[in-house]
């Protein structure tokens, strides 16, 4: 199964960006990459997700390396709101694989 | 749209007690996930059911049984308790998974004594 690896934990200041690695060097070619963050005290939310090309929504972009063996996740401007864990996982569309690692991710502080 | 619900939200148990914790959508999703998360560690799949009685084992189904008799209903049974299954846990559900979005419940937190 192919596994993520991330920081254990990142800093950033608000209202500034914040670019969150992730390598996932064993990645397939059917793996998507997916992004989740989880808030204290509460259950994961999903964030974004992508398979070749970069992309783009109003939480965040996801900009994935050509060879799909990393990705970046980029919060535009830091909030308070945003310190949480993030995690970087795939998420495989061949055959029955359902046995998604997820990993510790990386805790975000934001000071403010 | 409620999304996901679980009930109970705390609940202690003896050991070799048996319980049902409760899993409902209201999205008519057709995967449904129940996962643990540990201190110290991510989180990790006990149970999925890709439709109504349709489930597969996760990475960590061993002390767990689920049924889907229905598309809103997952719920997770632990036949005996053990402390080694104090956790939180967190019911998922998603349109479809590899290329879908998954929508997480509050979650349970569970101590076993």
């Known amino acids: 199964d192919a596994k993520t690896t991330q920081p254990n934990s990142m800093e950033s200041n608000e209202e500034e960006p914040v670019h969150l690695p992730c390598n996932h060097s064993?990645?397939?070619?059917?793996?998507?990459i997916h992004w989740y963050r989880q808030l204290p005290s509460q259950g994961p939310e999903y964030v974004i997700h992508?398979?070749?090309?970069?992309v783009n929504n109003r939480m965040a972009s996801l900009a994935i390396a050509e060879d799909r063996k990393s990705s970046t996740l980029i919060l535009h401007r830091a909030t308070l709101r945003d310190a949480a864990v993030y995690y970087c996982?795939?998420?495989?569309?061949?055959?029955?694989?359902?046995?998604?690692?997820w990993g510790l991710g990386t805790s975000l502080a934001v000071n403010p | 749209n409620a999304g996901v619900t679980q009930t109970p939200k705390f609940q202690v148990l003896k050991t070799g007690q048996s319980m049902t914790l409760q899993c409902a959508q209201d999205?008519?999703?057709?995967?449904m996930s129940w996962y643990r998360q540990d201190p110290g560690m991510g989180l990790r799949l006990i149970h999925y059911?890709?439709?109504?009685?349709?489930?597969d084992q996760g990475e960590v189904p061993n002390g767990y049984n689920v049924s889907r008799s229905t598309t809103e209903d997952f719920p997770l049974r632990l036949l005996s308790a053990a402390p080694s299954q104090t956790s939180v846990y967190f019911c998922?559900?998603?349109?479809?998974?590899?290329?879908?979005?998954?929508?997480f419940g509050p979650g349970t937190r569970l101590t076993v004594t």
């Open positions: 998922a559900s998603s349109t479809g998974l590899a290329a879908y979005e998954q929508y």
């Open positions: 999205m008519n999703h057709e995967y």
């Open positions: 059911s890709v439709g109504a009685g349709i489930t």
């Open positions: 064993t990645i397939s070619g059917t793996d998507y």
């Open positions: 992508g398979l070749t090309s970069n």
């Open positions: 996982i795939l998420n495989s569309s061949a055959g029955n694989n359902r046995k998604l690692i």
